[in-house]
């Protein structure tokens, strides 16, 4: 199984204990493919640098540095203008497009509305992890 974590899972789960946390130890497991790009790494330096629970700069780099590592890194080149009510989302689906994701996970309203788009589902945490838990099967 690929998944697109958005933002707000990865700082949601590296703060707070929770589904977004249980999402990223799943990963940690192995229990899926992470799948991200460069613009989504950056997104993600940009506002743990920001962020008001302050992390050390060489904490930063190293959860950077994790994710990149441990993680399928693709370069979206299909653009997509899905995201109407916030077009900075669109990255999100133009990632998981390029490393033929089949989740988008996220808490943001604008991705959960649209549901699913080119077979990629957008769900949060709480529902990818019951995903996880009960794959559905293929073939059958």
Not at 17 to 25: C, F, I, K, T
Not at 44 to 56: E, H, M, S, V
Not at 89 to 111: C, P, R, W
Request: hydrophobic share 45%; aromatic share 10%; net charge neutral.
């Amino acid at each position: 199984m690929r998944a697109v974590l958005d933002t707000n899972i990865i700082i949601s789960g590296i703060f707070w204990h929770g589904a977004s946390n249980r999402v990223l130890e799943s990963w940690v497991h192995k229990d899926f493919i992470l799948v991200t790009s460069d613009e989504l790494l950056a997104e993600t330096r940009r506002i743990l640098t920001g962020f008001k629970l302050r992390l050390p700069d060489s904490l930063i780099d190293i959860w950077i540095d994790v994710l990149r590592f441990y993680s399928d890194c693709v370069l979206p080149i299909i653009k997509v203008n899905l995201v109407l009510d916030d077009s900075k989302d669109n990255i999100f689906v133009e990632t998981a497009i390029a490393g033929m994701a089949e989740y988008i996970v996220s808490q943001d309203k604008h991705l959960l509305k649209i549901g699913e788009f080119a077979g990629i589902k957008m769900v949060s945490p709480v529902k990818f992890l019951e995903c996880l838990k009960y794959p559905k099967a293929k073939g059958g």
